[in-house]
């Protein structure tokens, strides 16, 4: 909660800030010189629209002023605010994928958690935590939760594209480039630019939409309004408010609810085995037969969001500009843990007699302020000063649940913890241009960076992680000891529980001259510095060449660097499974821990990376094109390791006097990687005369990741007889083959009159995941046929292999028409995935696999489709939309 007395209740009820303490005093008394200079100005006045900008002027990429989309030395993609509400789409990086071939979003899929609603956002191949997300021009905030599931980015840190609403944005900027040494660590694979709209005037819109099976409803309502401040400023204020339900294409559980033999054997966990499809463990309990069976979900997950975004500025005298912008949003929304059977140790069966599926509820709330002054020509030099802060909160608890090892006085919900993350950058950047002898002039841009950073791990209550030392009561495991923690996972206890902070300074420069009326060629370089990994040096050379008035080449080659977040430096949770009916205690550890460093784990080093890319563009009154290839070569790639379980772990642990501890994870800098692709980018504007206008957009990516070095187990775990790989197989499918390595976009636009078409196909290429880590030949025989398939020798020494199943290829086609109905007025109705398109589905479970002795890959039945589909499984969704202007 905001704790400043300073600001106005209007500023208290509009953004959120923890950490208040860190805020610097000069922060509040421009918040309060900003908010009081809005208050005072009620002159009409005219401001420039942002959407009036051709839509090929971009600022992204240089620090030297607006230029052409086609005249920059690296490739950008623009998205206008029109584009991105074409669509029904809710989320703003759900929009982004469609139009940006080498921008995908994973699906995540029963998390459990924030990941159901934060998804993690990738740029040409890399992972989340390699893109760097900028808003008018500044650094933006991420979320501080580490990925820890087995989806896509895990071991990484996300943005939360969602907390600003698109009727906020005027446009995006997407810089397919390296980009480290203008915009500081992260800008790996690029970076993604997010400009305010600034215009004058009032739009609201109202979208609702439902999947064609009935389920996912979602509405959205959106407001903006921009209006002068004095004769010369603008503020504008954009609100959103979201509220989707649930969608779920799991099917029934046809396992065995209840003991067998009343109550004298375990149930069978095999498909089919509580209908009587496949055998059962003992006699099946009467209930068997009027159990509802559909407990589990797999879809989208329910929330209400609620957001506004500020944008402001004011000129004032002898050429200063004073800026602001920010917002706050909140989303609560609930997601699904696995379903406990009631003959699961996990049930309290006085409480859950028939079991029970955990609720998750999510509360995220992200807050941000920026404020600036800019203005020309000191000693010589154009230049802007600012200041940003940002924060992310994220808060969990449970219900639908309990702690087995409270017994029957157990309580059904609890509080699981939180994440706080803030963020605070300031920056003066002072650019100048220095007339040559001959030629153009010489283009020079400076800058300074202070950035400090704050992640507290919050514990949650006392039940949610105790052992109440309460003991199973029923079933064969009668009066061994209860599973620990509420369920799906373990709240964070006070040993998970943290508060740390670092700081970084950075200086940099810049570059650029048109060496002859063809050639340009420019430079930047950064020495940054962060307290606690030290100092690094990056460059970037790009350059471009004119051809003919209509081609020129372009290339660059640069470096990058990434520091570990503090979540992947500092993250720690503990779980408890059971085996055998014993529990299973396991620890996610940071690396200066000791039972990590007990373990092998070393301290965490910087990603380094060398970027190298070519391309050409061919601009000709309504035809551009352009192509790219790059190639990223990432040293010390940072990622979560294997889970690392077995007895002899276990020993060691308890000798040093860390006893119950079955199983540890921890970040390391586990590979090398090279990435390798191309981006194609095509649009073609066709007048028809009196049938209209035609715009036609095609483009493509394709990118591979290989793994050129993974590092070797510790000695510590080797001299046990561990045999774990650092980094296994399902970890290495997951990072090179979990996303599509191609992807195709073939966009129609036409427009006649007051009628709009769109109709936009994207082509998703072949993903894969690791669907077994060992199976028999004989269970390989009986599950996979009809799948496609690879295998791959659990060792030299065993007749085991690893199945990895591969997911073909998908079209999906969406279609919207718009008719104006007056100046102010508009409606427009579609359909998304308009073909009823869906992934691939997952080895199944059969009653022919269950006699080989396994499930398939679907949880038993439960989950038809994997969660590495790049266009999720809720199939056919059609809206309608209506948007007003004045």
């Not at 860190?22 to 309060?32: D, E, I, K, N, R």
């Not at 956002?121 to 087995?150: A, F, Y």
């Not at 989208?300 to 500025?313: Q, R």
């Not at 790009?542 to 640069?558: C, E, H, N």
Request: proline letters at 5%; one cysteine or more; aromatic letters at 8%.
């Amino acid at each position: 909660m905001l704790k400043e007395k300073l600001l106005s209740q209007s500023v208290r009820q509009t953004f959120s800030c923890g950490h208040s303490r860190h805020l610097p005093p000069a922060l509040l008394a421009l918040t309060l010189l900003a908010s009081g200079q809005a208050l005072a100005q009620d002159a009409p006045a005219a401001a420039k629209a942002a959407d009036a900008e051709p839509q090929s002027v971009v600022v992204t990429g240089s620090r030297f002023g607006s230029r052409i989309v086609s005249e920059s030395a690296t490739p950008i993609d623009l998205v206008s605010a029109k584009e991105l509400s074409h669509g029904g789409q809710l989320q703003l990086q759900s929009a982004l994928k469609e139009l940006v071939p080498s921008f995908s979003v994973s699906t995540p899929a029963a998390t459990g958690g924030t990941l159901d609603f934060a998804s993690s956002p990738t740029l040409r191949g890399l992972g989340p935590g390699e893109l760097l997300l900028l808003v008018n021009g500044k650094r933006r905030h991420s979320m501080g939760t580490l990925n820890v599931n087995n989806q896509i980015g895990r071991g990484d840190v996300a943005y939360d594209f969602s907390t600003i609403p698109v009727s906020a944005i005027g446009r995006v900027e997407v810089l397919r480039d390296g980009a480290s040494a203008q915009y500081g660590a992260d800008a790996i694979a690029g970076v993604i630019n997010i400009v305010l709209d600034k215009s004058l005037g009032g739009s609201a819109s109202v979208m609702s939409g439902i999947s064609t099976e009935g389920d996912g409803r979602v509405v959205e309502t959106n407001a903006s309004l921009g209006v002068p401040l004095g004769e010369d400023g603008v503020l504008r204020a954009s609100v959103r408010l979201q509220d989707r339900n649930e969608s779920n294409r799991s099917t029934p559980d046809t396992r065995q609810q209840y003991f067998g033999n009343n109550g004298a054997s375990a149930a069978s966990s095999f498909y089919g085995s509580g209908i009587g499809l496949t055998p059962s463990n003992g006699t099946l309990d009467a209930r068997e037969a009027t159990i509802n069976r559909n407990t589990y979900h797999l879809g989208d997950t329910p929330f209400l969001s609620k957001a506004i975004f500020l944008n402001a500025e004011k000129p004032l005298a002898q050429g200063v500009k004073l800026y602001s912008f920010g917002g706050f949003s909140r989303l609560d929304g609930e997601s699904y843990g696995f379903a406990r059977r009631a003959a699961q140790d996990e049930t309290v069966r006085s409480i859950y007699p028939d079991g029970y599926a955990p609720l998750v509820h999510v509360n995220m709330e992200n807050s941000s302020l920026a404020l600036g002054a800019k203005g020309e020509d000191m000693l010589g030099f154009d230049w802007d000063l600012s200041t940003a802060y940002g924060r992310s909160k994220v808060d969990t608890g449970r219900s639908n649940s309990n702690n087995a090892s409270l017994g029957n006085a157990s309580p059904t919900t609890d509080y699981f913890g939180g994440i706080r993350f803030g963020q605070w950058t300031s920056n003066l950047d002072l650019t100048r241009q220095i007339p040559l002898a001959s030629g153009a002039p010489l283009k020079l841009a400076l800058g300074l960076e202070f950035r400090k950073e704050y992640f507290e791990e919050v514990a949650g209550s006392l039940n949610s992680y105790q052992n109440g030392g309460a003991t199973i009561i029923g079933g064969p495991n009668n009066g061994k000891p209860a599973p620990i923690g509420t369920q799906p996972s373990v709240g964070n206890s006070p040993l998970d529980a943290s508060n740390n902070q670092r700081h970084s300074t950075a200086v940099y420069g810049e570059l650029e001259r048109d060496v002859t009326a063809q050639w340009m060629l420019s430079g930047a370089a950064r020495h940054e510095n962060f307290s606690d990994f030290g100092g690094s040096n990056t460059f970037k050379l790009a350059t471009r060449y004119a051809l003919t008035p209509a081609l020129a080449l372009r290339g660059s080659v640069s470096t990058g660097f990434r520091a570990p977040s503090l979540a992947q430096s500092y993250t720690s949770n503990t779980s408890t499974i059971f085996v055998n009916g014993l529990p299973v205690v396991q620890r996610l550890t940071p690396v200066n821990n000791p039972i990590a460093q007990a373990l092998g784990a070393t301290d965490l080093k910087p990603e380094k990376s060398r970027n190298v890319s070519i391309g050409a563009v061919w601009s000709e009154g309504a035809f551009t094109v352009s192509g790219d290839a790059y190639r990223i070569a990432i040293d010390d790639r940072l990622a979560l390791s294997s889970l690392f379980q077995d007895a002899r772990i276990t020993a060691k642990l308890a000798s040093l006097g860390y006893a119950g501890i079955n199983g540890v994870s921890f970040m390391s800098n586990a590979i090398d990687t090279v990435t390798k692709g191309i981006d194609v980018t095509s649009s073609y504007r066709l007048p028809m005369a009196e049938r209209g206008t035609l715009v036609v957009t095609a483009s493509g990516n394709y990118n591979k990741t290989e793994i050129e070095r993974i590092s070797a187990a510790p000695s510590q775990l080797t001299s046990l007889g561990i045999t774990t790989p650092l980094y296994d197989l399902t970890q290495q499918v997951r990072l090179t083959d979990a996303s599509p390595k191609t992807k195709f976009v073939l966009g129609l636009n036409w427009k006649k009159g007051d009628w709009t078409v769109n109709l936009n196909n994207i082509r998703y290429g072949e993903v894969a995941a690791v669907a077994f880590t060992s199976l028999t030949p004989a269970q390989i025989a009986a599950v996979t046929p009809g799948y496609d398939v690879s295998l791959v020798p659990v060792s030299a020494t065993s007749a085991n292999s690893q199945v990895i199943q591969k997911f073909g290829a998908k079209i999906i086609t969406d279609l919207n028409l718009s008719y104006q109905i007056n100046k102010s007025t508009s409606v427009t109705v579609g359909s998304n995935n308009l073909f009823d398109v869906y992934p691939d589905k997952n080895l199944a479970s059969t009653a022919a696999s269950v006699a080989a002795g396994t499930n398939g890959s679907d949880n038993a039945g439960t989950f038809p489709y994997n969660y590495v589909s790049p266009f999720g499984y809720t199939g056919r969704t059609v809206f309608a939309k209506l948007d007003y202007k004045f």
